[in-house]
């Protein structure tokens, strides 16, 4: 399991690196990438980061290795219920990112105002990235359910988290106002419904 665990996570890489940028090239002209402003955000970003390199790369080489796995969840259906998730993650990712259109960036510029995006995923959460990240890493810790990948899963949480509440919603509430507040209080925040703003 350890192998396809790390085939996903090149997938992931091809798709997320490679193809969602020469699609938002075609579209825009320009590449979407954005750098992380300042040192809060920075943490944001790397604990994500980390994570998913935790639990797509490091796990998997860890238990090629030879790390022994947690006993509780080495069950051989929750490593295949896991390597099932891992690709439904990776497919949502790429295909909430294909819905932003034109305002999909890696990260928030303050300087730019992109237009609020409520249709298709975003119809039923907020976040659905960030939801399909999780899922992912999820996956990818339940396919190779190791310390390595359990800790790349809670440093994905924190740093989705922290990007989420503390950098992108308070960014879209500046920027988009009364239309984001709408939004927010009948839209959840990852999960339909969850999170909504009072």
Same mark, same amino acid.
């Given at each position: 399991?350890? /192998?396809?665990? /790390?085939?996903?996570?090149?997938?992931?890489?091809?798709?997320?690196?490679? $193809?969602?940028?020469?699609?938002?090239?075609?579209?825009?002209?320009? @590449?979407?990438?954005?750098?992380?402003?300042?040192?809060?955000?920075?943490?944001?970003?790397?604990? @994500?980061?980390?994570?998913?390199?935790?639990?797509?790369?490091?796990?998997?080489?860890?238990?090629?290795?030879?790390?022994?796995?947690? @006993?509780?969840?080495?069950?051989?259906?929750?490593?295949?219920?896991?390597?099932?998730?891992?690709?439904?993650?990776?497919?949502?990712?790429?295909?909430?990112?294909?819905? #932003?259109?034109? @305002?999909?960036?890696?990260?928030?510029?303050?300087?730019?105002?992109?237009? /609020?995006?409520?249709?298709?995923?975003?119809?039923? $959460?907020?976040?659905?990235?960030?939801?399909? =990240?999780?899922? #992912?890493?999820?996956?990818?810790?339940?396919?190779?359910?190791?310390? $390595?990948?359990?800790?790349?899963?809670?440093?994905?949480?924190?740093?989705?988290? =922290?990007?989420?509440?503390?950098?992108?919603?308070?960014?879209?509430?500046?920027?988009?106002?009364?239309?984001?507040?709408?939004?927010?209080?009948?839209?959840?925040?990852?999960?339909?419904?969850?999170?909504?703003?009072?």
């Amino acid at each position: 399991m350890a /192998l396809l665990a /790390l085939g996903l996570f090149a997938l992931f890489l091809l798709l997320d690196g490679g $193809v969602r940028i020469a699609v938002q090239r075609r579209r825009t002209g320009e @590449s979407g990438v954005r750098r992380p402003v300042g040192a809060f955000h920075w943490c944001a970003r790397l604990a @994500s980061a980390l994570g998913g390199l935790a639990a797509g790369v490091a796990a998997p080489i860890a238990e090629l290795a030879g790390l022994d796995p947690l @006993s509780a969840p080495d069950r051989p259906t929750l490593r295949v219920i896991g390597a099932v998730l891992a690709g439904l993650g990776i497919v949502a990712v790429f295909v909430c990112q294909l819905a #932003m259109g034109a @305002s999909w960036r890696t990260t928030v510029d303050p300087a730019e105002r992109p237009a /609020l995006v409520t249709t298709g995923p975003f119809h039923l $959460v907020r976040n659905p990235i960030y939801t399909a =990240l999780t899922a #992912m890493t999820a996956g990818l810790a339940l396919a190779v359910p190791n310390i $390595v990948a359990m800790a790349g899963l809670a440093a994905m949480v924190i740093g989705n988290e =922290l990007q989420v509440r503390r950098i992108e919603e308070p960014y879209l509430d500046r920027i988009h106002q009364a239309a984001w507040h709408q939004y927010a209080a009948r839209t959840g925040r990852f999960l339909p419904g969850l999170g909504r703003l009072r």
